[in-house]
């Protein structure tokens, strides 16, 4: 696969994301904001959770000149993308955050300086999500950070369809609701011929997909649960939070 196609690829996937997010990039600045009044302008290193092709290990990268990133995800192909759309700075392993095992894949032997998310926890079951906290609370290093970019609904139900209609205005305004969806990004990509090495490298059972639905105050239950000390959204707009966890 020409390193051209890649981009090309992960561009489509950065506007198919912003069907969902629509402020997508602002959030992402948000939480290179928090990783770096968290580490400083010193040497860090970084986990991305659920990293997909690096769009945000890539961003925190070239942010951070002495950050250095390992995204983690379980799908070969959208790591694959991501090792053609990444500097010598971000290292992508593939690893299933359902796994305890997880973190020996990152070959990070100290304690890491923060761990961040985009997009990506709401797909893992409550019980599997309480021990991915419990290992972050092991594995960062005391005054780290975790940060948490996700769809986490306020828990209240007339608010949440407030908030999920806010969303819904917001989406409108920026002109990202008639993006290519998912299952449209994913038909396409199967049409490539050029990829399809790396179509044939997934796994034959899909990754599960089940949204566990929890609100940003469950989020921070579990978090505290886990062993982190303080744990508060920095940022909301609609259901859409970045939710920051310190060790
Ligand atoms: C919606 S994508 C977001 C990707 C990326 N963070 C972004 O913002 O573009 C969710 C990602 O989570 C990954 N993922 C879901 N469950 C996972 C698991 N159990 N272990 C590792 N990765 C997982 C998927 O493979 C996918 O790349």
Redesign the pocket.
Known sequence: MQGTTAQRWVRR?DAQ?ERYVPDREERFRVVIDVVRAAVGTGPASVV?L????G??SARLAAALPRVDVVG????PL?LGLGAANTGPRVRLVQ????YPTWPDRTGLAGPWDAAV????LH??DPDSLAALYRTLAERLRPGGVFVNADHMAPGMSTVDTIAAAVREARTARAGTGNNEDWAQWWQALGEDTELAPLLDGRPATP?D?TENELTVGQHAELLRAAGFTEAAPVWQFGDDHVLVAVR
């Open positions: 996937w994301q991305d659920g990293c997909g092709p769009s945000l983690v995800d379980a799908d959208l690893a299933d955050l359902g998310s985009s997009t990506a797909w893992l990754i997909h």
